[in-house]
């Protein structure tokens, strides 16, 4: 099996596998016998691990089940933790890149809170947030804020304007969420120095295990916790740790933390990029004009349906993501590339090959001729 969808999950890496292993036989991190303080000392080094790879301090940092639940936690718990303060959220700005754990939560809370409005960021033809339209949005309409954006889209691989944005939220006095879960182990991550109050990050897309996750808020920033319960996690995050998932965690942010393998997954990526231009000199790269992160290639060969090629990949043993979303057996354009103003006959053909840790030079051999062979079989078709 050739695996080139590492943004959807990157699998275990050797690191985590060695920290799964150690991790199955400790006891629950709240007890004082030693079993307990095992499980304590891998829960508190892979906050270490976290904290360092985010450039956040360990004390910021709480687990969560993914990302999804932190998304959720931050966005929840930002709006009730300012409940009781004078600066009441009013207004919640998310952009229209952001993953659906994120949209969703933002509408739920919307329908649900009373004097809370939502909008929606717009986003460029290249795949950034349009930061021109948060500066206008931030300006227009009474209250604070809450602008919620990602840091790399996970779609495109597409690089987020960050300081711009960060100066924006800034100027306006808002809260700032920024789910840098496809920036991990692509970009350095600086939750300091970007001035964020949350952020977000999960396990699995670096090499952990699925099922864990993190969220970093800043000192003083409002929150008030989803799930309360038995206080741990600093009160921030209830229920039994999950040692296995963080454990395995703590070992892929170690792994990535250098930003070490990157360079061979680009020049994997760029091969590829270039192959797909001379083969199919009509091929569209969305976001290729941006900066990028190094392992993703998001493209439609013009008259082909990621629809019928993924399958198609699938019978030669190649995993990759189509770029369309399936929902109730429908298949709708990425909200991505619709955003980014990508005609629906065009993204209906988007198709996501992400590289990583396991990737090779044979595999973009291995998926070329699998395209190549899908491609003219679709030509064939549609001459007939
Ligand atoms: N945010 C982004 C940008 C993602 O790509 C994903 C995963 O697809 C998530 C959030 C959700 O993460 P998790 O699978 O840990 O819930």
């Known amino acids: 099996m050739i695996y080139l969808d590492h943004n959807a999950t990157s699998p275990l890496r050797p690191e985590a596998g060695q920290a799964l292993a150690s991790a199955l036989s400790v006891g629950n991190a709240s007890s ?28 910021n940092v709480a687990f969560t089940s993914g990302a999804t639940e932190a998304n959720a936690s931050a966005l929840w718990g930002a709006v009730h933790g300012a409940l009781d303060q004078e600066a009441r959220l009013t207004r919640l700005f998310v952009s229209g890149l952001e993953h659906p754990s994120m949209r969703a ?26 930061v021109e339209a948060l500066r206008v949005l931030l300006r227009e309409g009474k209250g604070r804020a809450l602008v919620a954006t990602m840091a790399v889209n996970n779609e495109t691989g597409v690089v987020q304007p960050l300081e711009a944005i960060g100066k924006r939220v800034n100027d306006a006095g808002a809260l700032w969420l920024v789910d ?10 600086d939750f300091a120095a970007w001035g964020a109050d949350y952020l977000t990050l999960s396990a699995h897309k670096i090499g952990g295990l699925a099922g864990s996750g993190a969220l970093i808020v ?11 319960g038995g206080g741990q996690e600093r009160a921030r995050r209830a229920g039994t740790e999950n040692v296995v998932g963080i454990a395995t965690f703590g070992a892929a942010a170690r792994a990535v933390a250098g930003l070490g393998d990157i360079a061979r997954q680009s020049a994997l990526r760029d091969r590829f990029e270039r192959e797909l231009s001379r083969r ?29 090629a993924i399958p198609a990949l699938d019978l030669d043993g190649i995993c990759a993501s189509s770029g369309a979303a399936c929902s109730s057996g429908k298949v709708r354009a990425s909200h991505v590339l619709t955003a980014m103003g990508v005609a629906d006959a065009l993204a209906a053909g988007a198709m996501r090959f992400s590289f990583g840790w396991s990737s090779q030079e044979s595999d973009v051999d291995a998926a070329l001729a699998s395209l190549e062979k899908f491609v003219s079989r679709a030509i064939a078709r549609t001459a007939a």
């Not at 939560?105 to 349009?130: F, K, S, W, Y």
């Open 280 to 308: 199919w000199p009509g091929v569209a790269i969305f976001g290729k004009a941006s900066p990028r992160i190094g392992n993703t290639s998001n493209f439609a060969i013009p008259g082909t349906t990621a629809e019928t």
């Open 180 to 189: 840098a879960v496809q920036a991990a182990g692509k970009i350095a991550i």
């Open 218 to 228: 800043k000192d003083g920033a409002p929150f008030a916790p989803m799930i309360a």
């Open 105 to 130: 939560t933002a509408e739920a809370i919307a329908a649900r809170v009373a004097g809370i409005r939502l909008a929606t960021i717009p986003v460029l033809h290249d795949g950034q947030i349009d």
């Open 32 to 59: 004082v016998h030693a079993s307990g303080r095992s499980a304590r000392r891998l829960i508190e080094e892979s906050r270490d691990a976290v904290a360092s790879l985010a450039g956040a301090e360990a004390t």
